[in-house]
């Protein structure tokens, strides 16, 4: 079956530095990959998503790869800062596959440090 | 996007009794999702519930212990039932955007058993 696998955390960081969160996934053929984003008190969002291989999303200056040679999904930002602090979760479906059938890692939480 | 509101947002209760959470959305939907997140795990779909009908389960959650309602396309209620500690978790609503793969979702639910 589909799997995820999230770099465990916490991760803490200072302000301006990068930010690598490693995901790597199990599927059968060629699914679509996610990362959703939970900041405190809040409910998740998607942050950015990407479709087929070689596609590159990327939002509020994070990006991810789809890697399918390596079966990765790595979260990437070059300089956080303290209102990225939060949990993030990468995500995987079948392609048009119904919402029911994401599958989620365990999250990584996040904390930026001034 | 959807705007989701739950209650309560978190609370604390003793084994063997039942609590209801509730879930509105602020336009009208078909399906509503019910996932469950145990602390330091991945979510996990407990049901999806349509208007009209029964909610389906997922394998490891019954109605018994999870019943459902859905009385109309913006609001439903999960009630956990005979609670015991290891039904302390964040329990989060969130229904389908319109892309596929793409979820959004209430702030959850943090119940802690006693």
């Known amino acids: 079956g589909n799997s995820v696998t999230q770099m465990e955390g916490p991760v803490t960081l200072s302000e301006e530095a990068f930010l690598t969160i490693n995901c790597t996934y199990t599927a059968t053929g060629y699914p679509s990959l996610f990362w959703y984003v939970q900041y405190p008190g809040e409910g998740l969002q998607l942050l950015l998503k990407a479709t087929k291989a070689d596609d590159k999303g990327s939002n509020k200056g994070f990006e991810a790869t789809y890697r399918k040679e390596t079966t990765s999904f790595h979260l990437e930002k070059g300089s956080v800062q303290v209102s990225d602090s939060a949990v993030y979760f990468c995500a995987l479906n079948k392609p048009s596959g119904s919402a029911r059938q994401l599958t989620f890692g365990s999250g990584t939480q996040l904390t930026v440090l001034p | 996007s959807a705007v989701i509101s739950q209650k309560p947002s978190r609370d604390i209760c003793q084994r063997g009794t039942s609590l209801t959470i509730q879930c509105q959305v602020d336009?009208?939907?078909?399906?509503m999702f019910w996932y469950r997140q145990q602390p330091g795990q991945s979510l996990t779909l407990i049901a999806t519930?349509?208007?009209?009908?029964?909610?389906?389960?997922e394998s490891g959650f019954v109605i018994d212990k999870f019943p459902i309602s859905r009385p109309n396309l913006t609001f439903s209620t999960l009630t956990v039932s005979n609670m015991s500690p290891e039904d302390s978790s964040i329990y989060l609503c969130?229904?389908?955007?319109?892309?596929?793969?793409?979820?959004?979702f209430g702030e959850g639910s943090r119940l802690t058993v006693l």
């Open positions: 969130s229904v389908e955007g319109r892309d596929t793969g793409e979820l959004f």
């Open positions: 519930a349509n208007q009209g009908s029964e909610a389906t389960y």
């Open positions: 336009s009208q939907v078909t399906m």
